[in-house]
Nanobody, 123 residues
Framework: QVQLVESGGGSVQSGGSLRLSCAASGNTYTRRCMGWFRQAPGKDREGVAVIAVDGSTSYANSVKDRFTISQDNAKNTLYLLMNNLQPADTAMYFC?????????????????WGQGTQVTVST
């Protein structure tokens, strides 16, 4: 079992920045990949960014060059630095852990999820 707790969400104006954090506990040594996902009201959950244990990353096209995913293995913490936020980025953001397979934005591969942190971007 892996427990995940997100923090760092909030309300910002367009063009602003936020850094999300996700603290992991439990059997974190079993993870192969961690990721950030988001879900806006009335929309499906979508992948934002993932990072494998070797540090390799992958991003959704909509956030490339604006968002940066990173991890601190010593602290078992995942981060998402979000710059130049836009109203379209408004959503609940979730972190998740994948234990098997290749690291990708495929939601179904992620077994453990946090409760989410809300990000709201206004014009």
């Amino acid at each position: 079992q892996v427990q995940l707790v997100e923090s760092g969400g909030g309300s910002v104006q367009s063009g602003g920045s936020l850094r999300l954090s996700c603290a992991a506990s439990g059997n974190t040594y079993t993870r192969r990949c961690m990721g950030w996902f988001r879900q806006a009201p009335g929309k499906d959950r979508e992948g934002v960014a993932v990072i494998a244990v070797d540090g390799s990353t992958s991003y959704a096209n909509s956030v490339k060059d604006r968002f940066t995913i990173s991890q601190d293995n010593a602290k078992n913490t995942l981060y998402l630095l979000m710059n130049n936020l836009q109203p379209a980025d408004t959503a609940m953001y979730f972190c998740a852990v994948q234990q098997y397979g290749a690291c990708s934005l495929h939601i179904a591969d992620f077994a453990y999820w946090g409760q989410g942190t809300q990000v709201t971007v206004s014009t």
